[in-house]
């Protein structure tokens, strides 16, 4: 066999190999997609925005085979109780417990209740009752309006029972840690402004005093619901600027001089009347 043949038999012999390599390979592997059991998995019906809610109707239910899925995925629908969009989820992709949450922790708007606005103002050492004020807590609001002219200024609660959503950057009350040795005197930490859950009708009012009065926070002991049930009779003009000072009357124009009595050095003797000429050249 001369060297011509011998490589086309190496040739030959090495194509076999390859085919039957791949001919096993191919078995293998439809071997075991056939083995490998579909199960339901919830796909994007369209995109899906970051930080928004997921609901039964932006979702579809299709079945993959097992070997293909997220381990992470989701199966049913009423997984999505509450979920939020990480991230953006475009149309088609898997829906899983890593591109959702029920809870996405530093967004702190998720933890509002729906409905209800956060709003925050400024506070100092007093208006926050020496930094004792905590997430959670209760407060009235109490608004001092400024003083116009002689007026005694009075206070007014604007706000009763109102839940305090954060303090400073924080939605979770602060920890105590190690607590000082006694007779130490405590340390308060006062926040530059506290975040209140209101109404979007009180957030309007919270506004306009904030910006026209002085604000104060009194703090409710807990469970403590006494005045809840009166209704609150407030005038949006009690917390308006001062009206600007009347302009000044206009000064009465003067007088008009009076006019200088008219005296003569010369006299004129009229036999026995003595008198003095008046303009008219007459005697006086």
Same mark, same amino acid.
């Given at each position: 066999?001369?060297?011509?043949?011998?490589?086309?038999?190496?040739?030959?012999?090495?194509?076999?190999?390859?085919?039957?390599?791949?001919?096993?390979?191919?078995?293998?592997?439809?071997?075991?997609?056939?083995?490998?059991?579909?199960?339901?998995?919830?796909?994007?019906?369209?995109?899906?925005?970051?930080?928004?809610?997921?609901?039964?109707?932006?979702?579809?239910?299709?079945?993959?085979?097992?070997?293909?899925?997220?381990?992470?995925?989701?199966?049913?629908?009423?997984?999505?109780?509450?979920?939020?969009?990480?991230?953006?989820?475009?149309?088609?992709?898997?829906?899983?417990?890593?591109?959702?949450?029920?809870?996405?922790?530093?967004?702190?708007?998720?933890?509002?209740?729906?409905?209800?606005?956060?709003?925050?103002?400024?506070?100092?050492?007093?208006?926050?009752?020496?930094?004792?004020?905590?997430?959670?807590?209760?407060?009235?609001?109490? #608004?001092? $309006? *400024?003083?116009?002219?002689? %007026? =005694? @200024?009075? !206070?007014?609660?604007?706000?009763?029972?109102?839940?305090?959503?954060?303090?400073?950057?924080?939605?979770?009350?602060?920890?105590?840690?190690?607590?000082?040795?006694?007779?130490?005197?405590?340390?308060?930490?006062?926040?530059?402004?506290?975040?209140?859950?209101?109404?979007?009708?009180?957030?309007?009012?919270?506004?306009?005093?904030?910006?026209?009065?002085?604000?104060?926070?009194?703090?409710?002991?807990?469970?403590?619901?006494?005045?809840?049930?009166?209704?609150?009779?407030?005038?949006?003009?009690?917390? #308006?600027? $001062? *009206?600007?000072?009347?302009? %000044? =009357? @206009?000064? !009465?124009?003067?007088?008009?001089?009076?006019?200088?009595?008219?005296?003569?050095?010369?006299?004129?003797?009229?036999?026995?009347?003595?008198?003095?000429?008046?303009?008219?050249?007459?005697?006086?």
């Amino acid at each position: 066999m001369n060297k011509r043949n011998t490589l086309l038999v190496v040739a030959a012999i090495l194509a076999a190999g390859a085919g039957l390599l791949t001919f096993n390979y191919l078995s293998a592997a439809n071997k075991r997609v056939a083995t490998s059991p579909p199960r339901p998995v919830l796909v994007a019906v369209a995109d899906i925005p970051a930080h928004s809610s997921i609901n039964s109707t932006m979702v579809n239910v299709v079945m993959r085979p097992s070997s293909d899925v997220d381990p992470s995925a989701l199966s049913s629908p009423t997984d999505l109780s509450g979920d939020i969009a990480l991230g953006p989820i475009p149309a088609g992709a898997t829906i899983t417990s890593s591109n959702t949450s029920k809870d996405e922790g530093p967004a702190v708007a998720l933890h509002l209740i729906r409905g209800m606005r956060a709003l925050s103002i400024p506070v100092d050492e007093v208006r926050d009752v020496s930094g004792l004020i905590q997430p959670g807590d209760k407060v009235d609001v109490i #608004a001092v $309006p *400024p003083r116009v002219g002689s %007026a =005694a @200024p009075s !206070a007014s609660i604007i706000l009763r029972d109102i839940t305090v959503f954060a303090v400073g950057g924080a939605v979770e009350p602060q920890t105590t840690g190690t607590p000082p040795p006694p007779g130490t005197p405590p340390t308060p930490n006062v926040p530059r402004s506290v975040t209140l859950e209101v109404t979007p009708s009180q957030a309007d009012l919270l506004a306009m005093a904030d910006l026209n009065a002085t604000l104060r926070l009194a703090l409710r002991a807990k469970g403590d619901r006494s005045g809840t049930t009166q209704d609150l009779v407030f005038s949006t003009q009690t917390f #308006a600027a $001062p *009206p600007p000072a009347a302009p %000044a =009357a @206009p000064a !009465a124009p003067a007088a008009h001089p009076a006019r200088p009595t008219w005296s003569s050095p010369v006299q004129i003797i009229d036999g026995d009347q003595i008198g003095e000429p008046d303009n008219s050249g007459s005697t006086r």
